[in-house]
């Protein structure tokens, strides 16, 4: 089992950057796939990036990639999100998730992920 917490959200001008840190509880984070979702008012949960469980594989939605980074460090149990150029549109509550694996392309569905953080907010302006 693994307790999630998500930090690092705030107020950012629309080309400006943040970088959100997950911390995770517990000494199996390196056994769980991790991912990162956002949620907007209004709209479905929706993928934003996950990486493997050495940090060597990484996804990323359509939306986000080139500007987006995902990694973790297993010696620190924390999973980061690097947003560059952000947009308004990235507006939203950002959850990190602890999944065990899958195939195909599981990690894009929050149904396969077992633990959540209870989120941050992040707001872009224009």
């Known amino acids: 089992q693994v307790q999630l917490v998500e930090s690092g959200g705030g107020l950012v001008q629309a080309g400006g950057s943040l970088r959100l840190s997950c911390a995770a509880s517990g000494r199996t984070f390196s056994s769980y796939v991790m991912g990162w979702f956002r949620q907007a008012p209004g709209k479905e949960r929706e993928f934003v990036a996950a990486?493997?469980?050495?940090?060597?594989?990484?996804y990323y939605a359509d939306s986000v990639k080139g500007r987006f980074t995902i990694s973790r460090d297993n010696a620190k149990n924390t999973l980061y999100l690097q947003m560059n150029s952000l947009k308004p549109e990235d507006t939203a509550v950002y959850y990190c998730a602890a999944s065990l694996g899958g195939s195909g392309t599981y990690y894009e569905q929050p149904k396969n992920y077992y633990y959540w953080g209870p989120g941050t907010q992040v707001t872009v302006s224009s």
């Open positions: 990486v493997s469980w050495g940090g060597i594989s990484t």
